[in-house]
């Protein structure tokens, strides 16, 4: 069975840090692209951050970059996100997902995505 699923989050205060877990099963972990997506109450699905299992490139959307780090275990088939320096903002139910290789140049869309978790709350106060 094919299964992604997320955990970690949770009630944070301004400032504050938590790391996402993305655990896969049922695939073959290694030949895919994994991507943190989220989404907040009437907003559009936002792209987070991708890493690349076959040769572990990253990339962070804007709102991110300085603050989160995505890596990988690749002996546990297991994706983290570190979130660090946490804003209101960033409020929302956070997904991994899982994208075949070769649909990296597109990761930015969630069309490249073959299977997606089923989400993780984070909620960060001010």
């Known amino acids: 069975e094919v299964q992604l699923v997320e955990s970690g989050g949770g009630l944070v205060q301004a400032g504050g840090s938590l790391r996402l877990s993305c655990a896969a099963s049922?695939?073959?972990?290694?030949?895919?692209?994994i991507g943190w997506f989220r989404q907040a109450p009437g907003k559009e699905r936002e792209g987070v951050s991708w890493?690349?299992?076959?040769?572990?490139?990253?990339y962070y959307a804007d709102s991110v970059k300085g603050r989160f780090t995505i890596s990988s275990d690749n002996a546990k088939n297991t994706v983290y996100l570190q979130m660090n320096s946490l804003k209101p903002e960033d409020t929302a139910v956070y997904y991994c997902?899982?994208?075949?290789?070769?649909?990296?140049?597109?990761?930015?869309?969630?069309?490249?995505?073959?299977?997606w978790g089923q989400g993780t709350q984070v909620t960060v106060s001010s």
């Open positions: 049922g695939f073959t972990f290694d030949d895919y692209g």
């Open positions: 997902a899982a994208a075949p290789d070769s649909r990296w140049s597109i990761r930015k869309y969630a069309i490249a995505y073959r299977y």
């Open positions: 890493i690349r299992r076959s040769d572990g490139s990253t």
